[in-house]
């Protein structure tokens, strides 16, 4: 059951909590399909009918045709990742599953006792800029990203950090609670 949800141009996130306790948060970050998948059958629609057509067909027409239908072809179907989530488990750990077009899933595991704590980076590079959701994981020389292969606006990474903060803050306080008492 979908709890919360919105989307932009690129990407739509959900939060869903399935058990009544709420005691798991799920997040998805899920690719849209837009305009490029209707424009890329579009032109090799044309692209084809222009091939049947023209009787005068030379070598360098029909290697710039194939050319450009390989190039449409591979913008059409190249969508390996189409959905990201992160499941939240306060008691247990983090889960972080990528899902791929064909199929395949990913899963990663981080138990909650390895996570020091849930932050956001801005990543700059020389073309772009974009923000990133990681954790800094004991034992790990390295941030360990969140999102791998999808890159969603910091409006959709704060509901996540927020609640990966919780989950880490309430894991700490009942850590010490049992330590205390």
Request: charged share 20%.
């Amino acid at each position: 059951m979908v709890k919360f949800s919105f989307s932009n141009s690129r990407y739509t996130y959900m939060n869903e909590s399935e058990w009544p306790s709420e005691a798991v948060g799920i997040h998805h970050i899920v690719v849209q399909r837009g305009f490029l998948r209707g424009f890329c059958v579009s032109a090799l629609l044309a692209n084809g009918v222009y091939l049947l057509l023209v009787k005068e067909n030379s070598v360098p027409v029909l290697f710039w045709s194939l050319l450009l239908t390989g190039f449409l072809l591979m913008l059409l179907f190249w969508k390996p990742v189409y959905k990201e989530s992160v499941i939240i488990m306060p008691a247990f750990g983090v889960q972080l599953e990528t899902h791929y077009s064909s199929g395949r899933i990913v899963h990663n595991f981080v138990p909650v006792g390895k996570i020091l704590k849930p932050v956001l980076v801005e990543c700059v590079t020389p073309v772009t800029c974009y923000w990133s959701l990681s954790l800094i994981v004991q034992g790990e020389e390295e941030l360990m990203l969140v999102f791998k292969k999808l890159r969603p606006p910091l409006k959709m990474l704060i509901p996540i950090w927020k609640s990966l903060c919780a989950a880490i803050d309430s894991r700490r306080r009942s850590a010490t609670f049992r330590e205390d008492g």
